[in-house]
């Protein structure tokens, strides 16, 4: 099946296969915590291999690199961030990531607020 015929979903599936180290689990765990948080989201496949999630716009990404698995959130510096995630594109006006590295410790509940937050600002 060629690329352009697989749904973002599937191509999401196999980009966390490929990956098959660390960051292929993290993404995929990343990935389950935004579909736990807001079951209507919707799995995108943007910018030739990035994993965006949205719902009424758009709420985050799954980016891979070498060292660390990028969540980045649209409308981060709109958010709340009681729990301190966002350690990373913190001097823009409007997004803000989290980079997550090897075998740190991923605060599940604050995940999941956040991208609860993304869709309440996001229906706002």
């Known amino acids: ?3 352009s015929e697989k749904t973002p979903s599937q191509l999401i599936d196999e980009r966390i ?7 292929g689990e993290l993404l995929g765990r990343l990935r389950g915590l935004v579909k ?4 209507d989201v919707v799995e995108e496949w943007k910018w030739r291999g ?6 009424d716009g758009m709420l985050c990404t799954g980016e891979t690199y ?4 990028k969540m980045t959130f649209a409308k981060g510096a709109s958010l709340e961030d009681p729990s301190g995630l966002f350690n990373s594109s913190l001097d823009g006006n409007v997004r803000r990531a989290i980079d997550f590295q090897e ?3 991923v605060d599940e509940e604050a995940v999941k607020a956040l991208v609860r937050a993304a869709v309440a600002f996001n229906r706002s």
Do not use: F, N, S
């Not at 296969?17 to 960051?23: H, I, K, N, T, V």
């Open 36 to 39: 736990e948080a807001d079951p």
């Open 17 to 23: 296969a490929e990956l098959g180290d660390w960051r």
């Open 50 to 55: 990035v994993p965006t999630w949205y719902h």
């Open 103 to 105: 075998g740190e410790e």
């Open 1 to 3: 099946m060629a690329e």
């Open 66 to 69: 070498k060292k660390v698995v």
